[in-house]
């Protein structure tokens, strides 16, 4: 094969272009219905797990800060006690810092990153005590004034769910991964009232593949979860109010790109600010279990400056996105709660991001608002919520749908493409990991997020075969044709014998009998008798209508590097060989068509012949 510019796949050998029958766009074993009718109690599960959670956060909060048990929608600002917002956010950071260092360390961060990292080297396993302590102690940090969202905690545990459901089944990894990435997006579905946007989130994070196996235990348990959220919290966006109208100015979609620019900014910033944060309190030199607490001074002191930056803060994110926040809140949002929130979530407390990122996201709308020609109450405020999102996750679609389901504003839609992939397009370009997937980078850890076909899978068997030069029969000597090849070696191997590695071995009547290695050959004594029949190995065979990917598989499994191609006709013939080589050719097509730039069109323009110039007599 040269190595300059690999030559373009060649139509099959000797044969017409056929439909292919076993081959299809997707491979949809049958036990994608019973894994997605197991996805039917996990989003269940994880939708009476979420509204407990978000339960107990309420409750936590009504005790910390208002001093009586109740669920109902007290922030940490209601509080008459005013040292309060001080005191406990490093109450909560003990307790933290407690469950974590006594009960399971797993319980540290904010959820997305262990929940990655249980699927990438973890064997989709979690825990059963992590589904306990993860939502305790989120409920805890949250209840006392943390800064973080519910999302994070609740993605974990209803993993947890899906988790622990598969690990006392009979399952493959792939489908406990499955079943774990179904309870997540269920519990998420339940908390935000936002099917498709965790199923987006899902695809997006953490599947790292589109197919049906995966793609449907997924939509179903996001589906049950949310008809099971709707009799316990309700059918209704989470935050309506916007009134984007249905004719939007040209000039406010160029601006949507400069509010996309500021919220890739902002992202960058933000996520900064979170690893900066971890490295110093990985400086400290005291143990881990009190960082959490340290944590909380921090979150005390911003919340002594703005007391409305404390807690999930639900109620500001409504206030922003209906344009009826104030100047000096939307200040000290974006201000004191992008400072507290990045500078105790490097503590390792419990807690999640996009709540926070809400908040601040809207904040950020609201300020350009202030210079920004008017568009509806809290359209700037949307806009950059979505840009911030697609900055900070780096999932643009997820982002842009969440922000449809929690509104259900649709005239949005154009403005919140252009505001998140402007900041999409910043955050990639200038950051090379995001705030969930840096955590593993520092862990030693590389996942990448950009998904393709294999290129395997595009090639066919018979468009890169080679043919078969050499057989054997099985009555031969093998010290026979050991000379033979010693002989050919010798003269410089006029005929190729030695060009080629497998030798398939024939019966008189010629079927196949096995296969035979060079090496086995080239090394055996020159005087032995044994028919080359009982040396052959079985052989692994691969068909001319299968693809490369399904050959490597075949390879991996068997540990061999090549393969006889054999025709599917009830007398099999034989019909070439496939290696590695093969293998890398069609990687090789591949790097030439993502890498090498040519020009396939070109104007041309005829050339006037100038005329001659006159004569004179």
Not at 83 to 93: E, Q
Request: overall charge neutral; proline content about 7%.
């Amino acid at each position: 094969m040269p190595t300059s510019a690999p030559p373009p796949p060649a139509p099959g050998r000797h044969r017409p272009a056929l439909k292919i029958p076993h081959l299809g766009d997707f491979h949809v074993p049958p036990r994608v219905v019973f894994i997605s009718a197991l996805a039917l109690p996990i989003g269940a599960v994880a939708a009476l797990v979420a509204t407990g959670l978000l339960k107990l956060i309420a409750l936590i909060t009504d005790l910390a800060f208002l001093g009586r048990p109740g669920f109902g929608t007290a922030v940490p600002a209601d509080t008459a006690h005013r040292w309060l917002l001080a005191v406990m956010p490093v109450v909560g950071g003990l307790a933290v810092g407690f469950m974590a260092r006594y009960g399971s360390e797993k319980i540290r961060g904010h959820g997305m990153p262990e929940a990655i990292e249980s699927i990438l080297v973890g064997g989709s396993r979690v825990q059963p005590r992590v589904a306990v302590l993860k939502p305790a102690s989120a409920a805890i940090s949250i209840g006392t004034g943390g800064p973080f969202g519910a999302e994070g905690p609740i993605i974990m545990t209803g993993g947890a769910v899906g988790s622990l459901l598969a690990q006392f089944l009979k399952v493959t990894t792939d489908e406990r991964k499955a079943l774990l990435v179904a309870g997540s997006a269920a519990g998420m579905a339940a908390t935000f009232n936002a099917p498709l946007a965790s199923i987006l989130l899902a695809v997006e994070l953490l599947l790292f593949e589109w197919r049906p196996r995966s793609y449907l235990p997924v939509a179903v348990a996001a589906v049950t979860a949310t008809l099971v959220r709707g009799p316990l919290l309700g059918t209704e966006p989470l935050f309506a109010g916007a009134h984007v109208p249905d004719r939007i100015g040209l000039s406010a979609y160029g601006l949507c790109v400069v509010a996309g620019a500021a919220a890739g900014l902002l992202a960058l910033g933000a996520t900064a600010l979170v690893y900066l944060s971890e490295d110093l309190f990985a400086r400290l030199r005291v143990h881990w279990m009190w960082w959490p607490a340290i944590g909380g001074v921090i979150i005390g002191l911003g919340g002594l400056v703005e007391p409305r930056a404390l807690g999930v803060g639900y109620d500001v994110i409504g206030a922003l996105l209906t344009g009826h926040a104030t100047t000096g809140l939307i200040v000290g949002i974006l201000v004191v709660k992008t400072l507290i929130w990045g500078l105790s979530l490097g503590s390792g407390t419990s807690g999640g991001v996009l709540a926070p990122m809400f908040m601040v996201g809207g904040a950020l709308g609201a300020a350009e608002a202030l210079v920004f020609p008017h568009v509806s109450p809290g359209f700037w405020a949307l806009v950059s919520l979505a840009g911030v999102l697609g900055g900070v996750m780096r999932s643009p679609l997820t982002g842009i749908v969440f922000c449809l389901e929690l509104t259900h504003e649709v005239n949005a839609l154009i403005p919140m493409v252009i505001t998140a992939s402007a900041a999409y397009l910043l955050s990639v370009v200038l950051l090379k990991r995001s705030v969930l997937t840096e955590k593993l980078a520092r862990r030693g850890m590389h996942l990448t997020r950009e998904y393709s076909v294999d290129p395997l899978e595009v090639h066919l068997v018979r468009q890169l075969e080679t043919p078969v030069g050499v057989t054997f029969t099985a009555g031969r000597a093998a010290g026979e044709v050991t000379a033979e090849l010693r002989a050919a070696h010798a003269a410089g191997d006029p005929e190729g014998l030695l060009a080629q590695r497998l030798y398939p071995v024939l019966d008189a009547d010629g079927t196949l009998a096995g296969v035979v290695t060079r090496g086995t050959l080239v090394h055996a004594d020159p005087a032995d008798p044994t028919p080359l029949g009982e040396l052959a190995r079985p052989a692994v065979t691969a068909h001319p209508d299968e693809t490369l990917r399904t050959l490597a598989n075949r390879m991996a499994e068997h540990e061999v590097t090549r393969l006889l191609v054999v025709t599917r006709e009830p007398e099999p013939r034989l019909e070439g060989i496939v290696s590695l080589r093969h293998l890398l050719a069609a990687r090789r097509i591949d790097l030439h068509e993502e890498h090498h730039a040519e020009r396939v069109l070109t104007l041309r323009t005829r050339r006037r012949t100038p005329a001659p110039a006159p004569t004179t007599s």
